[in-house]
């Protein structure tokens, strides 16, 4: 069965690179939600006033995988207890946040966090909250790692996401024909 999921674990770019290699991801858009501005554009969304953070909407299949293995790679490719920052990314905008599309994703999620606190050594941030809107981010935003592998962003943050994906995930790798 076809589900969504929508997650935001800091830069957009990021999230959307780790989840098109996983199997089961029948598309990812990267986008903004949890804010109050309708429409809102990357540049109103970067200065922090909108209330929206960079997250991705992921339209996956649950009989190739499942929501809490989406959440695994969630919690291993970003830092869960640092408040409103992830890397050199600093501000609301880049909070680590599940959004929730029902009450068996909210379950999940409480189950997942409630099992990965040992795994760190600050507490988990990560907000859970229920999904309302999602807006797609710009089309130059669009699968951006791989458009621009060579631009230092890429090469410095998401690179090395994309290789712990490849080392601590394999089983959800899609394969490459």
């Known amino acids: 069965m076809i589900e969504l999921a929508t997650l935001a674990n800091g830069c957009f770019w990021c999230t959307e690179t780790i989840y098109r290699r996983v199997r089961g991801v029948l598309s990812v858009s990267p986008g903004y939600t949890g804010g109050v501005v309708k429409n809102p554009s990357y540049r109103e ?32 490719t970003h830092d869960p207890t640092t408040l409103n920052k992830q890397g050199a990314d600093v501000g609301t905008q880049y909070r680590s946040a599940i959004f929730y599309h029902n009450a068996q994703q909210l379950a999940i999620a409480q189950d997942i966090i409630a099992s990965k606190t040992s795994a760190f050594d600050d507490p988990i941030v990560t907000e859970l909250t229920p999904f309302s809107v999602f807006y797609k981010a710009e089309v130059e935003h669009h699968d951006y ?25 394999t089983q959800f790798l899609k394969v490459e024909l």
């Open 45 to 76: 969304v970067c200065n922090g006033s909108t209330g929206h953070v960079e997250c991705v909407q992921i339209e996956y299949d649950n009989t190739q995988i499942a929501f809490a293995n989406l959440l695994n790679v969630f919690f291993d």
């Open 145 to 169: 790692y791989n458009l621009n592998p060579s631009q230092p962003y890429c090469r410095a943050v998401i690179s090395p996401k994309v290789k712990k994906l490849i080392t601590n995930h």
